[in-house]
């Protein structure tokens, strides 16, 4: 079954330092991409950050990156630098399926940046 | 570039009622998808679209609910007759698939009430 799981719901963090949410994923298709999704208290979606299943090298972003474990199944995303701005609900996503684009998501983590 | 549009941005309606939903993906992206995201069961996949032609639509919780893309800038999701159990959160997003990376750039949602 394909499965994406954060097993975190709750997480702080003091401002300027680093923090990193964890998620796992579950599927058997060798070909998938892996996202990180923001979304603050207004409700977008932002999309931060994508590795696809090839990739060699973790993603990064800016102030975001990928810490990509294949062989464990975990795609942990790492903040670095912490901002109040950056207090949110994170999720992670899995794109499964060779040729299709279905994406499943975890239930999210809410990060809280203090001052 | 302007991002996903989506309309309206909020609807309240009575049970019974016929709502409908609409989304203007960005220019050039060739997938389109529609998700719905509740407190109970988080982000849902409802029906997805490549090239306006509807991919999967394993999501969509029953006859009530149907998804158009006429052209390659529109799209719809109408619920029909609306239930209470409907209120949500609908996003659409919009997504292009090029070597090297993916992207879901995700509209605003529109925040649905069925009273």
């Known amino acids: 079954a394909q499965k994406i799981t954060q097993t975190q719901p709750g997480m702080f963090v003091q401002e300027k330092e680093a923090v990193t949410l964890d998620c796992t994923y579950d599927?058997?298709?060798?070909?998938?991409?892996l996202f990180w999704y923001k979304q603050p208290s207004s409700g977008e979606m932002i999309f931060l950050i994508y590795?696809?299943?090839?990739?060699?090298q973790n993603a990064t972003e800016g102030r975001y990156s990928l810490n990509f474990q294949k062989a464990r199944k975990s795609a942990n995303l790492v903040i670095s630098a912490s901002q109040l701005g950056d207090s949110a609900m994170y999720f992670c996503?899995?794109?499964?399926?060779?040729?299709?684009?279905?994406?499943?998501f975890g239930a999210g983590t809410r990060l809280f940046v203090k001052a | 570039d302007a991002g996903v549009i989506q309309s309206p941005r909020h609807e309240v309606t009575e049970m019974g009622q016929e709502v409908t939903l609409r989304c203007k993906p960005i220019?050039?992206?060739?997938?389109l998808f529609w998700y719905r995201q509740t407190m109970m069961r988080g982000l849902e996949l409802l029906i997805y679209f490549n090239n306006n032609v509807p991919i999967d639509d394993s999501g969509m919780p029953e006859d009530r609910f149907s998804a158009k893309m006429p052209n390659a800038s529109f799209s719809t999701l109408k619920i029909q007759p609306s239930e209470p159990r409907d209120s949500a959160v609908y996003f659409c997003?919009?997504?292009?698939?090029?070597?090297?990376?993916?992207?879901?750039?995700f509209g605003p949602g529109t925040r649905l009430l069925v009273l």
């Open positions: 599927t058997s298709d060798p070909s998938y991409g």
């Open positions: 220019s050039g992206h060739d997938y």
């Open positions: 997003a919009s997504s292009v698939y090029r070597t090297g990376g993916e992207t879901q750039y």
């Open positions: 590795q696809g299943s090839y990739d060699q």
């Open positions: 996503a899995m794109r499964v399926g060779t040729g299709g684009f279905k994406t499943i």
